[in-house]
């Protein structure tokens, strides 16, 4: 399968500082790519879809001030979690559209947490 | 709101039991994806089924997709405790985005 990679798979950071996660899409060029927040042992809830040169689409809830996510390029996107708080300690994980399979493949996670 | 409704959500078996994993919808998908996640890593890709009516086999694993595209469901046969993780089943509407069910946990002892 397709690989994804996350850049860091984990950081700890003080309450107050912004947290950048980078997703690279490593086999194929992927103009969609979505973010993901999970809670141990829940499944993977979606929070937006990163679109390559436009706007991201947030889903219902999720602060768009406070979750930046840009698709600067086909093979990356960045989730920004500014000015953070220890309840956005959490797991992301990106994941990758393969438009032609219609298939989505995930990175490896990214454990977030705030001091 | 679309859903997927996914039982159980936790399952705790012995080795050597088989388990099924339902995943329900009242929605019409365009295929359906399974996906088996290790704790602190992202979910891994086991299937999609695309097919109303599909079987696919994956070794001991199971998957159906249901005539009308809106159920599928996972069999394992003689669970092993390499086969514990959260299993995931997502559908698919042809725009990328995916619908997940609940997730199942499931702990095979030995």
């Known amino acids: 399968g397709a690989v994804v990679s996350q850049h860091p798979s984990r950081v700890i950071c003080k309450s107050g500082t912004s947290v950048k996660i980078e997703c690279r899409s490593l086999?194929?060029?992927?103009?969609?790519m979505f973010w993901y927040r999970q809670f141990p042992k829940q499944s993977l809830m979606l929070m937006a879809t990163s679109n390559e040169g436009s706007k991201a689409t947030y889903e219902q809830g999720v602060e768009k001030d406070k979750f930046l996510i840009n698709h600067a390029s086909l093979t990356l996107s960045t989730l920004t979690v500014t000015s953070a708080h220890p309840e956005d300690s959490s797991f992301y994980i990106c994941s990758a559209w393969d438009y032609f399979t219609d298939t989505q493949y995930f990175g490896p996670g990214t454990r977030l947490t705030v001091l | 709101t679309q859903l997927l409704e996914q039982s159980p959500q936790f399952l705790s078996i012995q080795e050597g039991e088989n388990l099924t994993v339902y995943c329900n919808s009242s929605?019409?998908?365009?295929?359906l994806q399974w996906y088996r996640q290790e704790p602190g890593e992202g979910p891994v890709l086991l299937v999609t089924v695309v097919t109303g009516g599909e079987v696919k086999k994956l070794k001991r694993l199971t998957f159906q997709f249901g005539d009308a595209r809106k159920d599928s469901s996972l069999h394992i046969t003689a669970a092993q405790p390499g086969d514990t993780g959260l299993y995931l089943c997502a559908g698919a509407q042809g725009t990328g985005k995916l619908i997940f069910g609940q997730g199942t946990t499931l702990q095979v002892k030995p």
């Open positions: 086999d194929f060029q992927a103009t969609t």
């Open positions: 929605s019409v998908f365009s295929s």
